[in-house]
């Protein structure tokens, strides 16, 4: 793995020399488009036009369910498959500024890659959770630390799709090596969960924490559904949902996220270790 500036054409010339395959993984979420929107967009088309003058076999970006299910229009009761696309002038205005830019990155991506005739498949991650290997925190992780430090009170009515980091490790480096599985998008989800499930698991595997029994709003809303059978095929055995919750608990208290004291539920918050900058991310040199 090599990390790199991804707008720096340079950089990624010298760390594609000599690859027969290129994963593109995922990008840093911010709220400021300033920050997010041209990173994302000219860094992937970088990636894949540097790929296709190095002669690089296959490319494989990492994106986002933000760049499927964000469409009002979408019937709920259809499952998210690789013809699915989130509507932009919805990410716009509702102001998820993520999605938007995810969205036409992958999609000028493909444009560039069948153009130079690359072979490009994506994988299309959710909200990954387990041990975590960096030290700071991270976007998904985030969105379970709120529950256990007693921040919050309720859980908000929404759904989710999740998924194990190393089943998500696992899938881009599985449709990297398959002889015939460029030319596609793969959802990379173990399951959908409302917050009341997610909430529900959590304290009983942890039931020393304070985590939140009451739903802002009834009734529940239904999640997203999807397929992951096109990963299954490619051999991913999915982790249940319990292991993972419970690897990325045990790694939040490993790392001082969140310490329990003696006989009580009150928990003690640290502060986060500083993050990479955002010009830097990951890719691997195989």
């Known amino acids: 793995m090599v990390s790199v500036d991804l707008l720096d054409r340079g950089s990624l010339r010298a760390a594609f020399a000599g690859c027969h395959g290129v994963i593109h993984t995922a990008s840093p979420m911010h709220d400021d488009p300033e920050e997010i929107i041209e990173p994302v967009i000219t860094g992937t088309l970088n990636v894949v036009e540097v790929a296709a003058d190095a002669g690089v076999r296959r490319v494989v970006l990492s994106s986002?369910?933000?760049?499927?299910?964000?469409?009002?229009?979408?019937?709920?009761?259809?499952?998210?498959?690789?013809?699915?696309?989130?509507?932009l002038d919805y990410c716009k205005n509702t102001k998820n500024w993520y999605c938007y830019a995810k969205t036409i990155a992958e999609r000028k991506a493909w444009e560039v890659a069948r153009g130079r005739g690359v072979?490009?498949?994506?994988?299309?991650?959710?909200?990954?959770?387990?041990?975590?290997?960096?030290?700071?925190?991270?976007?998904?992780?985030?969105?379970?630390?709120?529950?256990?430090?007693?921040?919050a009170k309720t859980y908000v009515n929404e759904s989710h799709a999740y998924v194990h980091v190393v089943d998500a490790a696992e899938a881009h480096v599985r449709v990297l090596e398959a002889p015939g599985a460029g030319g596609r998008r793969y959802v990379c989800a173990e399951r959908t969960l409302h917050r009341s499930e997610l909430c529900r698991i959590l304290a009983g595997l942890f039931p020393e924490y304070p985590i939140p029994t009451r739903d802002e709003i009834n009734p529940p809303k239904k999640g997203y559904k999807f397929t992951n059978q096109p990963l299954k095929d490619l051999g991913i055995k999915f982790t249940p949902v319990h292991e993972y919750l419970y690897e990325a608990v045990k790694s939040l208290e490993d790392k001082g996220f969140i310490k329990k004291t003696s006989n009580t539920k009150e928990l003690h918050r640290q502060s986060s270790p500083p993050q990479n900058s955002p010009a830097s991310m990951l890719m691997s040199k195989l």
């Open 119 to 151: 072979d490009m498949a994506v994988v299309i991650p959710v909200v990954v959770l387990g041990e975590l290997l960096q030290p700071g925190m991270n976007t998904s992780t985030k969105h379970i630390l709120k529950y256990l430090t007693g921040e």
């Open 64 to 87: 986002t369910i933000g760049t499927m299910y964000m469409d009002p229009r979408r019937d709920p009761d259809s499952p998210l498959d690789d013809s699915c696309w989130s509507d």
